[in-house]
Each structure stands twice: as structure tokens, then as C-alpha cells.
């Protein structure tokens, strides 16, 4: 044990100058008049980033690699709020024409090809065995979990795109929705009825007006915002560099960046990682992930899947 004292860890408190704190700081005050000490600090700017999305939205599943990595790597100049679009009400009366979509089972070869061509991978074989009736209820669900806790239904909102996209499953079905709401810990049936009362509704009308406001018209679409009410809307599936330069527009200089999480970290925060989004978070080629992800994890830490050709990976619990 170390037995020595430094002015570092000596307390004081000073009644001539009002200070308390270490020995050589009321040392200093009490050495002639009071001055006001002068310095330079330069907060973090920040934007608001609202990102206008859907649940079954194709396109949305497709951004979620580039989207994880700009939000782990420019968050600290970012107040992000997800909004819920409201992509389809109802099959009566809606149609894609430019995707040649105007029943059902016309989504499933256009999901099929945003996978293959994203490698976030996409069965859409629901449409033809259990078609989703709306994207409503989800989005419902989803608001009402962000009234409680905004990072639980963030982690829903992956939940319900995994098991809508790469599973398989209808999540329009109050079933399966309880379910995935079970899986996070809470009362799946209780949360989803609140959903599918008339204050679900309002919170969803209140989304879908805010995303018209922004003046949104398909999905995903990021909008990045100033104090001063300048905005700039990003529509589409874009790189990376993309909205960096969108959020150095607004900030005047170019924006601070964090180094990438360890893969056992983000793995941790996740629960599931497809090969994609490890690739672009960490910038590794795809003939290269299999050796990366061995080098970056435990063995025995992890087990692997896969779905149509693409893999995952999750943690192994302890």
C-alpha cells in the first residue's frame, strides 16, 4: 500500500475564497483578487434526424446496415426519432404501379429482388401463403412500445422486420405480434390491444401527419433538421457518405466520428447480425468475413445460420 498524499486527492474547503475542492485549486484562488476564469468549449452540434419508415417497408430493411453504422458512428450529433409512415392501410384501393405491384402476391417477387440485390435477405413468400392486411398493426405496436421506452421498440422494430422479411412470418397478425412483444419481456397480449385501441390509432395518426409535414413521400427517408429549421431530406437506400454529407451541410464542419464497437459488443446489443451489416460496419469484403469474425470472437461465443444463402450470426448465452 502506498501510503503518499498528493495535492491531487487532498479536499479542502477554503472560507476566504468559497472553494472547496483540491488542495493546490484553493491554493491558487486564495492567491490575490478574484478573477473570472476565461476558456474555450465548443459543444457538440447536434441535428434532429427524424426517419420516416414502415415496418414491411422493402427498401428499410435493405438501409439497416448503413443505417446501424451512421447512427453508431455520428450519433453524438444526432437526436433521432423514427416515425411510422403508414405504408399500407389497407389493400383496398392501394397499388405500386412502378413496382408492378396491385394485389398481394405481386409483392413477393419484388421483395425477392430487393433481397438479392441488398443481401438483406427477403423470402416474401408470406404474400402468397398469408398476405399482411395492412402495416398498421405493427406500427401500432411499435408506437406504443416508444410511449414506454423508446430502445425497447426499437428492438421490436428489428424483431418484427427479422420475422416478417427473413422469417417468413405475417406480422399483421395479432399472434405474431404478441409473440415478438413476449420476446421482449413484457405482456404481448396487454400491449397489443392497447395498440389496437383508439389511442394506438391517434398515436399512428399523429406519425403519419408529422411525416407529411416533413413533406415524405416514400420510404425510407431521412430528414435532418437545424435549430434554425433548415432542413435536408435524403429519400431512397444511399451510401454512407450520402447522409454524412447531408449532416455536415447543416453543421457547418465536418462531423465527429466514433470508432466502431467491437463485433462482440455490437453482437451483444443486437442479437443477430447477417453478413451484410457486418461487412459494411467494419468495412470487410465479403471473402474476408469468415476470417474476421473468427478473429473478432470467441470461439464458442457465437453460433451461425443462414437464410436463403445468407448467413448470421447470434451470441451464445452464457
Not at 468549449?41 to 435493405?62: G, N
Not at 389497407?90 to 412502378?98: E, K, S
Not at 404481448?188 to 398515436?203: D, I, Y
Not at 431521412?222 to 454529407?245: C, P
Request: net charge negative.
Amino acid at each position: 500500500m502506498n501510503d503518499t498524499t498528493t495535492n491531487d486527492n487532498v479536499m479542502m474547503c477554503d472560507l476566504e475564497t468559497g472553494v472547496c475542492g483540491p488542495a493546490d485549486a484553493t491554493a491558487e484562488a486564495s492567491g490575490g483578487a478574484a478573477e473570472l476564469e476565461t476558456f474555450t468549449f465548443r459543444p457538440t452540434k447536434k441535428v434532429d434526424l427524424y426517419y420516416v419508415t414502415d415496418p414491411i417497408c422493402s427498401h428499410c430493411w435493405a438501409l439497416e446496415p448503413t443505417l446501424r453504422r451512421f447512427l453508431d458512428g455520428y450519433g453524438r450529433h444526432l437526436e433521432v426519432r423514427t416515425v411510422m409512415g403508414g405504408l399500407l392501410p389497407a389493400w383496398n384501393g392501394f397499388a405500386d404501379r412502378a413496382n408492378g405491384i396491385g394485389r398481394p402476391a405481386d409483392v413477393a417477387g419484388h421483395w425477392r429482388e430487393v433481397g438479392e440485390a441488398s443481401r438483406m435477405p427477403i423470402d416474401g413468400s408470406v404474400w402468397r401463403r398469408d398476405p399482411l392486411a395492412s402495416s398498421y398493426p405493427p406500427s401500432r405496436v411499435y408506437l406504443v412500445l416508444r410511449e414506454r421506452d423508446p430502445e425497447l421498440a426499437q428492438r421490436f422494430l428489428r424483431a418484427a422486420r427479422e420475422a416478417v422479411f427473413a422469417f417468413d412470418r405475417n406480422i399483421a397478425d395479432a399472434g405474431v405480434l404478441t409473440e415478438l412483444v413476449d420476446g421482449l419481456g413484457l405482456d404481448g397480449a396487454a400491449v397489443v390491444a392497447e395498440a389496437s385501441s383508439e389511442a394506438g390509432e391517434r398515436l399512428l395518426e399523429r406519425d403519419i401527419s408529422l411525416a407529411r409535414e416533413l413533406g415524405v413521400r416514400g420510404f425510407p427517408t431521412l430528414v435532418f433538421v437545424d435549430d434554425d429549421g433548415r432542413g435536408v431530406k435524403v429519400g431512397g437506400v444511399r451510401g454512407l457518405g450520402d447522409y454524412v454529407q447531408a449532416l455536415q451541410g447543416l453543421l457547418g464542419e465536418a462531423p465527429r466520428t466514433r470508432e466502431p464497437r467491437p463485433l462482440t459488443a455490437l453482437l451483444a446489443r443486437e442479437g443477430r447480425l447477417f453478413a451484410k451489416e457486418i461487412e459494411v460496419y467494419y468495412d470487410v469484403a465479403p471473402a474476408e468475413l469468415e476470417a474476421f469474425v473468427a478473429r473478432e470472437l470467441p470461439a464458442g461465443s457465437f453460433r451461425t445460420g443462414a437464410v436463403l444463402g445468407e448467413s448470421y450470426f447470434e451470441p451464445v448465452s452464457a
